[in-house]
């Protein structure tokens, strides 16, 4: 079946330099699309959304940019700090059906 | 944001037993809970979707008889593995759902660490 899916499982980066956590979806279908934060053990933490009428969404320290044109999504985390190391999930909601569709997840890991 | 709360938060139990999982909107009321399941290193996998009132509706592949879901109120829904074996060991999470919500309106309980010996 059509799932979400991510470019790249790991991820590591400096302290202080910007993120770029990538996720390619195949659900033409698909309008709304979340980003999420997991730490180990815990639930996933909403961080960021958009909707498909739109390609660029800001909030603080996070950008989400949404390209339907090739169905690729992005999450770009500025200045990165030790508390962003998670596991990030992009996920999916198709049309009118409410139920969420994740993605892999990569893992991030800043570096002091 | 509204909170969701899981109980118990981490489970040992021996194979053949049951064990039920508590899922609670403490500040919302939730019409729709969702039922997750994850393995490490992976991703959630919804399992089910839970109404209150009504029956729920299971994913594909995931068995109704052994994973029993109630929800008897809008702040409660309960996942009962029945028979448990340890290929049902996982990080079960469910997720609330309130009346007139969507995506960003979903919370997510902290988890429940499940492990069948």
New interface residues.
Partial sequence: GESVGLHLPTLSVQEGDNSIINCAYSNSASD?F?WYKQES??????II?IRSNMDKRQGQRVTVLLNKTVKHLSLQIAATQPGDSAVY?CAE?PGSN????????TLLTVNP | ?AV?SQHPSWVICKSGTSVKIECRSLDFQAT?M?WYRQFPK?????MA?SNEGSKATYEQGVEKDKFLINHASLTLSTLTVTSAHPEDSS?Y?C?G?PPGG???T?Y????T?LTVL
């Fill in positions: 709304y979340i053990g815990k639930g996933p933490q909403f959304d999930f909601i409410y139920k969420l569709t994740f993605g892999k997840g | 944001g969701v729709t969702f992976q991703s959630l996998m919804l979707t990080f999470i997720s759902f969507r995506g960003d979903q997510f309980g902290p988890g660490r």
